[in-house]
């Protein structure tokens, strides 16, 4: 069964101060590990698609990794703004050719300024 | 910009009532998706299609819940009967290759 966990559940951070946020996996057949940002009473919005153990993706004061076994998101001098909570999810092959999504349960993330 | 649009935003009733959400994707976009969050978790599954047909509905429970994409365009959810357990908002998603997925603003139901 596919696994995915986030850490911390939640991280408080004074603006400015830089931090990472972890994801890792259990999945066969990797098709992408999704990033994703989610505020109060809203839909997920979609951040970064990763492929491949390597690649890097960036927006703004965000950065996305990944390895074959974890993901990480780093936030580089945040602002209040920055203050969501951050879902992972991995797409893997099942049954019939389609893909899979399963999301963690994300990290909440509080900038004070 | 194009978004994906849910109906209604709020929804409150009570158990044993039939309830029923309405969403409508992207245009052009074939997958659409289901799914229920409860507060502080993750998105949970409960519905893939792919155009008309359902690609997925492993965790979907079948004895109250059901879901349609009859012109593999919008789609509805509905619950009957609700119970207690079923509060949480219902988000709908679409994705134009089945990869990153747009969201709609959810319905958040709660079951009295």
């Known amino acids: 069964e596919d696994q995915v966990t986030q850490s911390p559940e939640a991280l408080r951070l004074q603006e400015g101060e830089s931090s990472s946020l972890n994801c890792s996996y259990t999945?066969?057949?990797?098709?992408?590990l999704f990033w994703y940002r989610q505020d109060p009473g809203k839909g997920p919005e979609f951040l970064f698609t990763?492929?491949?153990a390597g690649e890097e993706k960036e927006k703004e004061r965000l950065k996305a990794t990944l390895t074959k076994k974890e993901s990480f998101l780093h936030i580089t001098a945040p602002k209040p703004e920055d203050s969501a909570t951050y879902l992972c999810?991995?797409?893997?092959?099942?049954?019939?050719?389609?893909?899979?999504?399963?999301f963690g349960t994300g990290t909440k993330l509080q900038v004070i300024p | 910009e194009a978004e994906v649009a849910q109906s209604p935003r709020y929804k409150i009733t009570e158990k044993s009532q039939a309830v029923a959400f309405w969403c409508d994707p992207i245009?052009?976009?074939?997958?659409l998706y289901w799914y229920r969050q409860i507060l502080g978790q993750g998105p949970e599954l409960l519905v893939q299609?792919?155009?008309?047909?359902?690609?997925?509905d492993s965790q979907l429970p079948k004895d109250r819940f059901s879901a349609e994409r009859l012109k593999g365009v919008d789609s509805t959810l509905k619950i009957q009967p609700a119970e207690l357990g079923d509060s949480a908002m219902y988000l709908c998603?679409?994705?134009?290759?089945?990869?990153?997925?747009?969201f709609g603003p959810g319905t958040r139901l709660t079951v009295l």
């Open positions: 299609f792919q155009d008309e047909s359902v690609v997925d």
């Open positions: 999945v066969s057949g990797l098709r992408g």
């Open positions: 245009s052009g976009h074939a997958t």
């Open positions: 999810a991995v797409q893997a092959y099942f049954s019939g050719g389609y893909q899979k999504v399963t």
């Open positions: 998603a679409s994705s134009p290759r089945g990869n990153e997925q747009f």
């Open positions: 990763l492929y491949s």
